[in-house]
């Protein structure tokens, strides 16, 4: 209760202390990150099997708890304390300690994306319910942004529970109020969903998959719907830059599909944080309020 209370009552300490088991979640972010759409991939190859009545490859169990992780290349098991998120990389210089191929540096990274943004969501909402709320929300965009750059994946057993849980919390109105929250859910999905299909209609081609529709459901069951507009704009905006950027500068195909939940991610946590404060800009700078 002593630890409670010096958090509560030491803005600092608090942001410290979030910060740090931002780092720490950060690191089991990139087992979620790697393992989560393998398990999905043998889920898959399994059903398949069993509908064409052929038997299952027995393979080693994988959970997102087991086995320990080790490194690819000479299985070597990684310890706790070569598991420290970013020290560990740095003291290692990058390297597996045993046969010294270099480390992904996309490992410390999220680490410490996780941990800066647990820093700012504590500065921003400071020691209550609605930060602890924003850390989820926070966690999960940054695991769903990663898993779709690597798979163009949004799996549903994040998307899904995430929906339920933004509405969980606004039963409570820790974001919005349960109509807003509602409402945003549904408004959500069927904005995607039409864009989806009258784009499918005008070119025979699909834009989008429908992990973005959930997630964009997600976001609105967290914020409510007043902030859908501000979401799509936002996203739309930065994936039209890194799309025409990639397509110059790294002459990227125009039919190799770019991953829309990042952006959807990004935006939503900008509104999370801002989202209310845009609006209302916006609304000032259009004389509308």
Known sequence: MQLIDLLQHSAPLFITFTTIVGLLVGSFLNVVIYRLPVIM???????????????????????????????????????????????????LAGKCKQC???????????????????GIVAWQFGFDWACMGALLLTWSLIALTFIDVDHQLLP?????????????????????????????????????????????????????GYGDFKLLAALGAWLGWSLLPSII????????????????????QSDIPIPFGPYLAAAGWIALLWGNTINNGYLNWAGIS
């Open 41 to 91: 991939e043998r889920e898959w190859q399994t059903q398949c099997d069993e509908l064409n009545g052929k038997e299952t490859q027995a393979l080693e169990v994988l959970t997102l708890s087991k086995p320990r992780s080790r490194c690819p290349q000479c299985n070597h098991a990684i310890t706790a304390v070569e598991n420290i998120p970013v020290i560990s990389y740095l003291i």
């Open 233 to 252: 704009l936002l996203s739309s905006l930065v994936g039209a830059v890194v799309g025409i950027s990639l397509m110059i500068f790294r002459q990227h």
């Open 100 to 118: 010294k191929i270099p480390i992904s540096k996309r490992y410390p990274i999220i680490e410490a994306l996780a941990g800066a943004l647990s």
């Open 156 to 208: 549903d057993s994040i998307t899904l529970p995430l929906l339920w849980l933004g509405i969980f919390f606004n039963l409570f109105a820790v974001y919005t109020d349960l109509q807003a929250s509602v409402i945003g859910a549904i408004a959500g999905y069927l904005s995607l969903w039409l864009v989806f299909h009258a784009f499918k209609l005008a070119t025979g081609k699909e834009g989008m």
